[in-house]
């Protein structure tokens, strides 16, 4: 069984300060993890995903399998970055993602 | 491109009454999925088809639910007879299967309040 878990529902942060939200996921083969965002009245949109290893809007993200986690970072928040994100798992040649129950971001200005 | 396209865009309907949610998804995509979102349990996938064949149907709650795809360019997620506890945001979502980046690519959604 493949479980995707987001501790925080909601996360508060200062406008400058670093984030991070926390992604931890069980499954038994190897996984491939995914960052999904929905920025208001927008749709649900990918990310990023751990094997394209880059860095978008200045998020990171790194596959720890020793930890199994998947934690999204971004050093310095901005305004723009509030909105609900969702880590997502997909088994290794499975079309099927299993998502979290999401984490939604709020920079405070 | 439109992208994937959901109607109706909201639903409001009483207990008992039979709803039937409408997904395009995007042209050459052979992948569809469903999704229920709700505060409590996120994104829930209830259904996914490849090549308009249902391939996994676990998340289905019960058999109030069904899900068809006649053709691959459109599908159908309906209730009947819907609940209370049936209100949420369903999505459906569209991907290329086995392609090289596979990405998942969703529509607006249809939020669903059941009366």
């Known amino acids: 069984a493949q479980r995707v878990t987001q501790p925080e529902k909601l996360l508060s942060v200062f406008k400058g300060a670093p984030v991070e939200l926390k992604c931890n996921y069980s499954y038994s083969g190897s996984p491939e993890l995914f960052w999904y965002v929905q920025y208001s009245r927008q749709r649900l949109q990918l990310l990023l995903r751990?094997?394209s290893r880059e860095s978008i809007k200045g998020f990171t993200a790194d596959l720890n399998k020793g930890e199994t986690s998947f934690h999204l970072k971004k050093p310095f928040a901005q305004e723009e970055d509030s909105a609900m994100y969702y880590c997502?798992?997909?088994?290794?040649?499975?079309?099927?993602?299993?998502f979290g129950t999401g984490t939604r971001l709020t920079i405070i200005p | 491109d439109a992208g994937v396209i959901q109607s109706p865009r909201h639903e409001v309907t009483e207990m008992g009454q039979e709803v039937t949610l409408r997904c395009k998804p995007i042209s050459g995509h052979n992948s569809l999925f469903w999704y229920r979102q709700t505060m409590m349990r996120g994104l829930e996938l209830l259904i996914y088809f490849n090549n308009n064949v249902p391939i996994d149907d676990s998340g289905m709650p019960e058999d109030r639910f069904s899900a068809k795809m006649p053709n691959a360019s459109f599908s159908t997620l309906k209730i009947q007879p819907s609940e209370p506890r049936d209100s949420a945001v369903y999505f459906c979502?569209?991907?290329?299967?086995?392609?090289?980046?596979?990405?998942?690519?969703f529509g607006p959604g249809t939020r669903l309040t059941v009366l």
């Open positions: 997502a798992l997909r088994g290794f040649g499975n079309e099927k993602l299993t």
């Open positions: 979502a569209s991907s290329v299967a086995g392609g090289p980046v596979n990405e998942q690519f």
């Open positions: 751990h094997i």
